[in-house]
T-cell receptor, first 116, second 117 residues
Framework: EAQVTQNPRYLITVTGKKLTVTCSQNMNHEYMSWYRQDPGLGLRQIYYSMNVEVTDKGDVPEGYKVSRKEKRNFPLILESPSPNQTSLYFC???????????????FGPGTRLLVL | AQTVTQSQPEMSVQEAETVTLSCTYDTSESDYYLFWYKQPPSRQMILVIRQEAYKQQNATENRFSVNFQKAAKSFSLKISDSQLGDAAMYFCAYRRAGGTSYGKLTFGQGTILTVHP
């Protein structure tokens, strides 16, 4: 089954304790993104990647890091989490092909993070 | 920078009736894509409908259709014959065509749709 997976789905942590949220897709997609969703703000892009070893900042990259060492994986790293990073996080991927398939972003199930 | 605005935080509709969700956007680009995504309580993001800016014809997908007004930068979603399963948060989203922007969607704030039996 084609899918984007994220782990963990729920996470409670404390300020300053480094954490990683994993994202993996099995569709051989070139493009992957991380978003955060906050009430009243919709989804905002954190980072995106156009292919292996190619990443760029989105709208709200501060406090986050990403890496793309393999095509299928795109982990989100919070080196020193703070309470303002409490949010719902989504990973998404899309293919580099023409037509409707390219324009469709496949979203993971979301990771709910609480930073105390 | 592109912005997407959904001015209706909440909407409600009776089952089997029609509802329209509003979305406006701001861009200086001429070629772009617009989307409506549905987010049910499970929090999964589901693509509902997609519109290419260069196409004048409004997109339709079964009970879902859009009213795309390029000059007015308006992109509303009409849901006909509403069903209980349509209840969800709906997001309008924009993506610039071409370049290195494939990965970037700009989302509106979302509209919570309630469907009454």
């Amino acid at each position: 089954e084609a899918q984007v997976t994220q782990n963990p789905r729920y996470l409670i942590t404390v300020t300053g304790k480094k954490l990683t949220v994993t994202c993996s897709q099995n569709m051989n997609h070139e493009y992957m993104s991380w978003y955060r969703q906050d009430p009243g703000l919709g989804l905002r892009q954190i980072y995106y990647s156009m292919n292996v070893e190619v990443t760029d900042k989105g709208d709200v990259p501060e406090g986050y890091k990403v890496s793309r060492k393999e095509k299928r994986n795109f982990p989100l790293i919070l080196e020193s989490p703070s309470p303002n990073q409490t949010s719902l996080y989504f990973c998404a991927s899309s293919p580099h092909t023409s037509g409707r398939a390219r324009e469709t972003q496949y979203f993971g199930p979301g990771t709910r993070l609480l930073v105390l | 920078a592109q912005t997407v605005t959904q001015s209706q935080p909440e909407m409600s509709v009776q089952e089997a009736e029609t509802v329209t969700l509003s979305c406006t956007y701001d861009t200086s680009e001429s070629d772009y894509y617009l989307f409506w995504y549905k987010q049910p309580p499970s929090r999964q993001m589901i693509l509902v409908i997609r519109q290419e800016a260069y196409k004048q014809q409004n997109a339709t997908e079964n009970r879902f259709s859009v009213n795309f007004q390029k000059a007015a930068k308006s992109f509303s979603l009409k849901i006909s014959d509403s069903q209980l399963g349509d209840a969800a948060m709906y997001f309008c989203a924009y993506r610039r065509a071409g370049g290195t922007s494939y990965g970037k969607l700009t989302f509106g704030q979302g509209t919570i749709l309630t469907v009454h039996p």
